[in-house]
């Protein structure tokens, strides 16, 4: 799997949107980029998936660039309940060996 | 029902104990998981097991004994742990059988918290 970069933390005004970058610089044409959160002490949480084309659904958006290098999670209007870590992940299609990077902190602050 | 159960939420057990944590889920996924993850770090994969059958294991230690009794159960039995081994340990599944992949996506459990002692 291509190796992520993200950011270590990152704080968000309430009701702001929240964009959160992952840099993946080696992905290649097979891979999807994948986000997860975590909301402390709980399971990871599936947010949304892109191969190439931008994806939107009720929880958040994702904007990948034409090259494919990097992506930006969107999370429109944040609320205190986003503060979780934010994994990005690139996944090759079918592949079990999935691994989590560091991950983004994010602080919503009221 | 789009739940991954895990059993029990909390365990303490001493280093010579024996012990097993229990992971189901009932969304008909034929790929199932489980994860270690230490305090303020990622989840790190110990295995995988894809139609029933163990087809990852990260070199992880024989006192962590992985089972699948049927495509819906998945347990981790526990014996002779180390204080080092406190952690929340977490189950996934996915539907494809091959991984999260392939426009699927992973459905976690919220996890076992052990403490060794």
């Known amino acids: 799997d291509a190796k992520t970069t993200q950011p270590p933390s990152m704080d968000c005004a309430e009701g702001r949107a929240a964009n959160l970058p992952c840099n993946h610089s080696?992905?290649?044409?097979?891979?999807?980029v994948y986000w997860y959160r975590q909301i402390h002490s709980q399971g990871p949480q599936y947010i949304i998936h892109?191969?190439?084309n931008n994806e939107t659904n009720e929880m958040a958006s994702l904007i990948i660039t034409e090259d494919r290098k990097s992506s930006t999670l969107i999370l429109p209007h944040a609320t205190l309940r986003d503060t979780a870590v934010y994994y990005c992940?690139?996944?090759?299609?079918?592949?079990?060996?999935?691994?989590f990077g560091t991950g983004t902190k994010l602080q919503v602050i009221p | 029902d789009t739940e991954v159960t895990q059993t029990p939420k909390h365990l303490v057990m001493g280093m010579t104990n024996k012990k097993s944590l229990k992971c189901e889920q009932h969304?008909?996924?034929?790929?199932m998981y489980w994860y270690k993850q230490k305090a303020k770090k990622p989840p790190e994969l110990m295995f995988v097991y894809s139609y029933e059958k163990l087809s990852i294991n990260e070199s992880v230690p024989s006192r962590f004994s992985p089972e699948c009794p049927n495509s819906s159960l998945l347990n981790l039995h526990l014996h002779a742990l180390q204080p080092e081994d406190s952690a929340l340990y977490l189950c996934?599944?996915?539907?494809?059988?091959?991984?999260?992949?392939?426009?699927?996506?992973?459905?976690f459990g919220q996890g076992t918290r052990l403490t060794v002692v």
């Open positions: 992940i690139v996944i090759t299609g079918g592949y079990q060996k999935v691994t």
């Open positions: 892109g191969l190439k």
């Open positions: 969304m008909g996924h034929r790929a």
């Open positions: 080696t992905i290649s044409g097979n891979e999807y």
């Open positions: 996934a599944s996915s539907q494809e059988d091959r991984g999260f992949g392939l426009n699927t996506e992973a459905f």
